[in-house]
């Protein structure tokens, strides 16, 4: 397997995949429309970084990531739950093909369990493993995709197609992976959308009862996840808790940019098919609604931005030259942007970013040397 993962590394930033993928036309506003849209998005954030932030690159970095917090909404819910201690329920373990699979839930609030999948590799007991966290995007299922527990033949044949079971993939290499289902995209995790009042979107029913409560969508998500990292550093059996890395596409690729600008137990990140400015140069949103935290733009900074407080940690992107739901010239600029930050921190080798041939999906040939880089699993 290291083998032919060396391989992968050679292949994986080869110039071939590097490059401007061909523009494509993402709206059709009006010059009115447009002008509108410039005036109240052209702006760089109140917390954008700039080289002589008083105080430094850290000051900077913790202002911003206190900035962060107080948007998502995460001191509103810690305020909400306060004296809620998380508890997880796990099931039996049973092994399935080469690895050991167990399904656990963990209550992040009174009443809300998020259920998720324990991978891990046979043979390795007497080991300290590392851990990667696999968190997908909207696919009622996808908590069930990603750890390769499938409805039926066809589902694991398209899975493995698109190579969209990362949990899997990591096990495999081994890791121990948790396949979380991630809140209001999951279908145990969801709130209902009686009448179809919020168009029959669960994502959007989570939105809006967020915004009512002072919260947001993707604060709950990062809860969630900090919920998980708080028990897998306290009592996940054979963790190594110093190697901790966290991956995502679409959706769980936003996820995965918010959780590791939170938190510095994660070293690594894997940001798929999601990583981008928040708008276009014309105003388009590229994110679904339920990802959106208001007035991030504007009190905070863009996407890159926010990325940048993964640093000195690894930071791994992609994108598809044939995903319509992202732009190649919105991509190419927050890019540049991380690029020149990590760059202006003399740790530009901690970045990397290619396009790849295909759609929305994972590229395990770019991600895997870097984590496997990072972590170091066990033969």
Avoid at 247 to 259: A, H, P
Avoid at 333 to 339: D, I, K, Q, T, Y
Avoid at 365 to 376: A, D, E, K, R
Wanted: hydrophobic share 40%.
């Amino acid at each position: 397997m290291r083998d032919v993962l060396a391989v992968m590394w050679v292949f994986a930033f080869a110039p071939v995949v590097v490059g401007d993928p061909p523009a494509r036309s993402f709206d059709s506003y009006s010059d009115q429309e447009r002008a509108h849209l410039k005036r109240i998005h052209g702006q760089p954030g109140t917390l954008s970084y700039t080289p002589d932030y008083p105080g430094g690159f850290e000051a900077w970095q913790d202002a911003a990531r206190a900035k962060l917090k107080e948007l998502l909404g995460m001191d509103r819910i810690a305020s909400q739950v306060l004296g809620h201690k998380p508890v997880v329920h796990l099931e039996q373990e049973q092994a399935v093909d080469g690895y050991r699979q167990q399904l656990a839930r963990i209550e992040t609030e009174p009443g809300i369990d998020i259920p998720f999948w324990i991978l891990r590799p046979l043979g390795h007991e007497p080991n300290k493993l590392p851990v990667v966290i696999c968190a997908h995007g909207h696919d009622a299922d996808g908590w069930n995709t990603y750890a390769g527990v499938y409805n039926e033949k066809q589902h694991q044949v398209l899975t493995e197609k698109k190579h969209g079971n990362p949990g899997v993939q990591a096990v495999r290499q081994g890791y121990i992976a948790i396949v979380p289902a991630t809140r209001g995209l999951a279908r145990p995790t969801s709130i209902s959308d009686p009448n179809g009042r919020h168009g029959n979107r669960i994502c959007r029913a989570q939105l809006m009862h967020c915004l009512l409560a002072g919260r947001t969508a993707m604060g709950e998500r990062v809860w969630d996840i900090t919920c998980l990292l708080d028990w897998i550093v306290s009592d996940l059996s054979g963790a190594d808790t110093s190697r901790i890395g966290m991956l995502g596409n679409s959706g769980g690729g936003v996820l995965t940019v918010y959780v590791a600008a939170l938190d510095e137990r994660i070293a690594v990140a894997h940001p798929s098919c999601s990583l981008t400015c928040f708008a276009s140069e014309s105003g388009y949103i590229f994110h679904c609604d339920c990802c959106m935290v208001p007035a991030i733009k504007t009190e905070l900074a863009d996407m890159a931005d926010i990325a940048a407080l993964t640093i000195p940690r690894q930071l791994v992107v992609v994108h598809g030259v044939k995903d319509e739901l992202h732009s190649a010239p919105a991509v190419n600029r927050a890019m540049a942007r991380l690029e020149h930050i990590y760059s202006q921190c003399n740790i530009r080798e901690k970045f990397r970013f290619r396009w790849q041939p295909e759609g929305h999906r994972f590229y395990p040939t770019v991600f895997w040397p870097v984590m496997n880089s990072v972590l170091q699993p066990d033969e």
